[in-house]
């Protein structure tokens, strides 16, 4: 069966860094678009940044465009997300999810939680 | 970028009852619209996608319609596990992907 387990979340503190992996299993990694989408405490849901199946094409939402970079290994079926120069708001459970179409998420990962505090 | 508006923010039903959901686009997105469920402490689930289109294993009581700019989820007779936030997603002319902002449906 498909599973996504996201890793690396941890308490960082405003202007660090951190990098999330995303592990796929049960499906061809290397077939699928796929995201990131953060949901902030009791907020609804953000579409963070995308990758083609390749890796060619890549997507940032504004809020994190030139800190956040989002990267692929379809050698070791894993998604990444480099987070640099880390605020506040960033504060989120971080989910990676495939893309089906164009482009809706037919999978989700459990999420991993980022605080971002001092 | 593409505002999604979803309506009511919560909705209260009871067990058995028909719950209707409104999700609007401040632009036409066509049918390229899907509809999640997320439980507290899950991650969201694809229920709907193609505006109307249900996802493997969902049941036959969730349907979706509309298109352009007006969609509505319907669950035609609300289950206990039906209880949760709905998110609306559009996937035309983007970046950005936009989600709405949820409905509630409690008891």
């Known amino acids: 069966q498909v599973q996504l387990v996201e890793s690396g979340g941890d308490l960082v503190k405003p202007g660090g860094s951190l990098r999330l992996s995303c592990a796929g299993s049960?499906?061809?990694?290397?077939?699928?678009?796929m995201s990131w989408i953060r949901q902030a405490p009791g907020k609804g849901l953000e579409w963070v940044s995308y990758?083609?199946?390749?890796?060619?094409?890549?997507y940032y939402a504004d809020s994190v465009k030139g800190r956040f970079t989002i990267s692929r290994d379809n050698a070791k079926n894993s998604l990444y997300l480099q987070m640099n120069s880390l605020r506040a708001e960033d504060t989120a459970v971080y989910y990676c999810?495939?893309?089906?179409?164009?482009?809706?998420?037919?999978?989700w990962g459990q999420g991993t939680l980022v605080p971002v505090s001092s | 970028e593409i505002v999604m508006t979803q309506s009511p923010a919560t909705l209260s039903v009871s067990p058995g009852e028909r719950a209707t959901l409104s999700c609007r686009a401040s632009?036409?997105?066509?049918?390229?619209l899907a509809w999640y469920q997320q439980k507290p402490g899950q991650a969201p689930r694809l229920l709907i996608y193609g505006a109307s289109t249900r996802a493997t294993g969902v049941p036959a009581r969730f349907s979706g319609s509309g298109s352009g700019t007006e969609f509505t989820l319907t669950i035609s007779s609300l289950q206990s596990e039906d209880f949760a936030v709905y998110y609306c997603?559009?996937?035309?002319?983007?970046?950005?992907?936009?989600f709405g902002g949820g409905t509630k449906v409690e008891i």
């Open positions: 632009q036409s997105v066509y049918s390229n």
């Open positions: 049960g499906f061809t990694f290397s077939d699928y678009y």
């Open positions: 999810a495939r893309g089906h179409g164009w482009i809706y998420f037919d999978y």
């Open positions: 997603q559009h996937y035309n002319n983007w970046p950005p992907l936009t």
């Open positions: 990758i083609s199946s390749s890796g060619s094409t890549i």
